[in-house]
């Protein structure tokens, strides 16, 4: 039985596990949490290349994030009393199901990031008052960035794009996480994302579309606010230096959040 991104599944550990239930809009997710609480175990097999299809524009691709994001953080609620009281799960497997898996990951990482890059970085440039020690904001960051990366050096070409790109992704991530955690608006608002890649020998289909439509369809508004906010930021620290200068960060941000809130992704540009 084939459940989730490219995960086969035994019908038994399906069976065992409750089946399949609907109470999140991550479901795959549900499922291998209870089959881990049954005492399931899983295997990641790496080496084995799948058909798969991908977000066919740079919305569908944050409905499916937010999907994705918002749907952990309630998952976390729905679980969380269950792995407490799990009687299969050693008790580090539930620390680190609760902590790492759960908090950490779905919640924590997003919403820390986005508001200490995206907001508190960037206001620290206008107050002399508020100081952010060096090794928080970059040398820990950078550490886990290299460690992550170094298991993929194939890539480490397109890395900063990946960071740039990331730090846009974190608004919606952490809006996402805070609306599955406590509930709020389109918690649990299920939108199928329009896909490609369908056809595996069709290499002419770009990864990502241009949107030709309205103009909030075409124009993504909160990358556009938020791409102003950092350009006003970085203009700020350029022309009134500090203790600190960050405005080289804060243009790279801004440029990213100008190239996503235009929909310059892909092979396609808003302009054509």
């Known amino acids: 039985v084939n459940q989730g991104t490219a995960g086969v599944w035994r019908t038994a550990a399906?069976?065992?596990?409750?089946?399949?239930?609907d109470r999140t809009t991550v479901e795959d997710m549900d499922l291998a949490v209870r089959a881990t609480l049954k005492g399931w175990k899983f295997v990641y097999v790496g080496d084995i290349r799948v058909k798969s299809e991908l977000p066919s524009t740079y919305k569908a691709y944050c409905?499916?994030?937010?999907?994705?994001?918002?749907?952990?953080?309630?998952?976390?609620?729905?679980?969380?009393k269950d792995i407490l009281t799990a009687k299969d799960v050693s008790l580090i497997k539930k620390f680190h199901m609760l902590y790492s898996f759960f908090l950490v990951r779905r919640v924590?990482?997003?919403?820390?990031?986005?508001?200490?890059?995206?907001?508190?970085?960037?206001?620290?440039?206008?107050?002399?008052?508020?100081?952010?020690?060096?090794?928080?904001?970059?040398?820990?960051?950078?550490?886990?960035?290299?460690?992550?990366?170094?298991?993929?050096?194939?890539n480490l070409h397109i890395l900063p794009?990946?960071?740039?790109?990331?730090?846009?992704?974190?608004?919606?991530?952490?809006?996402?996480?805070?609306?599955?955690?406590?509930?709020?608006?389109?918690?649990?608002?299920?939108?199928?994302?329009?896909?490609?890649?369908n056809n595996f020998e069709d290499n002419e289909v770009p990864l990502l579309q241009k949107t030709r439509k309205r103009l909030r369809d075409r124009v993504n508004f909160r990358e556009i606010v938020f791409s102003?906010?950092?350009?006003?930021?970085?203009?700020?620290?350029?022309?009134?230096?500090?203790k600190t200068s960050y405005y080289f960060n804060l243009?790279?941000?801004?440029?990213?959040?100008?190239?996503l809130g235009l929909n310059f992704t892909g092979t396609c540009s808003c302009c054509q």
């Open 251 to 259: 243009y790279l941000q801004g440029l990213a959040f100008v190239c």
């Open 161 to 197: 794009f990946w960071i740039l790109f990331e730090s846009v992704m974190t608004m919606h991530r952490m809006r996402a996480a805070l609306s599955g955690l406590f509930e709020l608006s389109e918690f649990n608002e299920w939108v199928v994302t329009k896909k490609t890649g």
């Open 108 to 154: 924590m990482a997003p919403t820390v990031a986005c508001i200490l890059y995206n907001i508190i970085l960037p206001i620290s440039v206008m107050i002399p008052e508020l100081f952010l020690p060096v090794w928080g904001i970059a040398y820990i960051p950078t550490v886990l960035l290299v460690v992550t990366a170094i298991r993929h050096p194939k």
């Open 14 to 21: 399906i069976k065992e596990a409750g089946g399949w239930k």
């Open 228 to 242: 102003a906010f950092l350009f006003f930021c970085a203009s700020y620290n350029l022309v009134f230096p500090g």
């Open 63 to 80: 409905r499916q994030q937010f999907r994705w994001s918002c749907g952990g953080a309630h998952l976390f609620r729905k679980v969380a």
